[in-house]
């Protein structure tokens, strides 16, 4: 059964680079034709999808965060990762990594989800 | 301020039949697949309806999806104090070339 787990630091400095990796078991990244991605949700605006990576390593962002977003593979490690750059407060989120449930990014909705990461950005 | 708009509570009795809307523009729910996320309290959300109106194997036929125009609703028929639970809709967004979100909505089963 595949199982999503995300880590990294649960706290993180205003102006500082939020790092998380999503490491993938029961499944093999490259076994398949799938995209993975990341999704945040705070309280007051719900989930926020941030970005999304294929099984390729092409990238494909929000808009919204596009300029502060960077996401990466390691599918020898079956791993994929999140780095937003200059956070602040407003950055402060539960974080989860998930699969897509196929190759096309705007009809594959996430079917598997990490249980997800509390990141505070405070001083 | 989410793309998609959802009331933010809803609420029924057991055995009752609920719905939630989620409204959104043609870019959006107008031109694409819609897909309902269900979050029990402290888990991740779970792919609940796909393709706007289908379910994933093992979900009870007692959810439905439907749509009209750029609006969809889910339906609750037969609600079960196991229904409480967040509720989030989804889509692919054509203009702003990602995937949006409503702001979920929480159902109290009283």
């Known amino acids: 059964q595949l199982q999503l787990q995300e880590s990294g630091p649960g706290l993180v400095k205003p102006s500082e680079t939020l790092s998380l990796t999503c490491t993938v078991s029961g499944g093999s990244m490259s076994g398949g034709t799938y995209y993975w991605g990341w999704i945040r949700q705070t309280p007051g605006k719900g989930l926020e999808w941030i970005g999304s990576i294929s099984y390729s390593g092409s990238t494909h962002y929000n808009p919204s965060l596009k300029s502060r977003v960077t996401l990466s593979q390691d599918t020898s490690k079956n791993q994929f990762s999140l780095k937003v750059t200059s956070v602040t407060a407003a950055d402060t989120a539960l974080y989860y990594c998930?699969?897509?449930?196929?190759?096309?990014?705007?009809?594959?909705?996430?079917?598997?989800w990490g249980q997800g990461t509390l990141v505070t950005v405070s001083s | 301020q989410s793309v998609l708009t959802q009331p933010p509570s809803a609420s029924g009795t057991p055995g009752q039949r609920v719905t939630i809307s989620c409204s959104g523009s043609?870019?959006?729910?107008?031109?694409?697949?819609v897909y309902w996320y269900q979050q029990l309290p402290g888990t991740a959300p779970k792919l609940l309806i796909y393709?706007?109106?289908q379910r994933p194997s093992g979900v009870p036929d007692r959810f439905s999806g439907s749509k009209s125009g750029t609006s969809v609703s889910l339906a609750i028929s037969g609600l079960r104090s196991e229904d409480e639970a967040d509720y989030h809709c989804a889509t692919w967004d054509d203009s702003l070339r990602g995937w949006v979100f409503g702001g979920g909505t929480k159902l109290t089963v009283l």
């Open positions: 998930a699969r897509h449930d196929a190759a096309a990014l705007g009809t594959s909705p996430f079917d598997h």
């Open positions: 393709r706007t109106n």
């Open positions: 043609r870019s959006n729910i107008g031109t694409n697949y």
